[in-house]
C-alpha cells in the first residue's frame, strides 16, 4: 500500500508540486531501484537480526518513506521514492525466511 500512495495521489498533487503527473513513472523507478539495492542486501541482515525484526525495520522505513513526502518539495520526493524501496524490498526474503522455518517438511 505505501508504494502505490504517490501514485494514486500524482494526479491531485501535480499541481501543488508543479510538476507533472505523467513523472510518476520516475518515482515508481526510484522505488524499485531501492528494493532492489536493499532485496539484494538483505540476507546476511535477516539472519544477524531475525527475520521479524527486520521486517519491523523495514515497515519503519517505509513509514519514513512516507513521511519524507510531507515536504513537498522534488528532493523529499526522490528521497521519499528510495527509502520507500530501501524498506519495501527485503519484505519478501524476510517473509520467505519465516515460512521457511514455519512450513512443516513434506
Known amino acids: 500500500m505505501a508504494t502505490i500512495t504517490v501514485p494514486v495521489l500524482a494526479p491531485a498533487a501535480s499541481d501543488e508540486l508543479h510538476l507533472s503527473a505523467g513523472l ?3 518515482y515508481v523507478s526510484l522505488v524499485y531501484l531501492g528494493s532492489m539495492i536493499s532485496s539484494a542486501a538483505s540476507a546476511d541482515l535477516i ?9 519491523q525495520y523495514c515497515l519503519v522505513m517505509c513509514a519514513v518513506g512516507l513521511a ?10 526522490i528521497a521519499s521514492a528510495l527509502v520507500l ?22
Open 68 to 77: 519524507l513526502l510531507t515536504f513537498g518539495t522534488t528532493p523529499a520526493l
Open 47 to 55: 539472519r544477524r537480526v531475525g527475520a521479524i525484526r527486520f521486517s
Open 85 to 106: 524501496g530501501l524498506g519495501y524490498g527485503p519484505i519478501t526474503p524476510a517473509s520467505s525466511h519465516i515460512l521457511a522455518k514455519t512450513t512443516p517438511r513434506t
Open 24 to 26: 510518476i513513472g520516475l
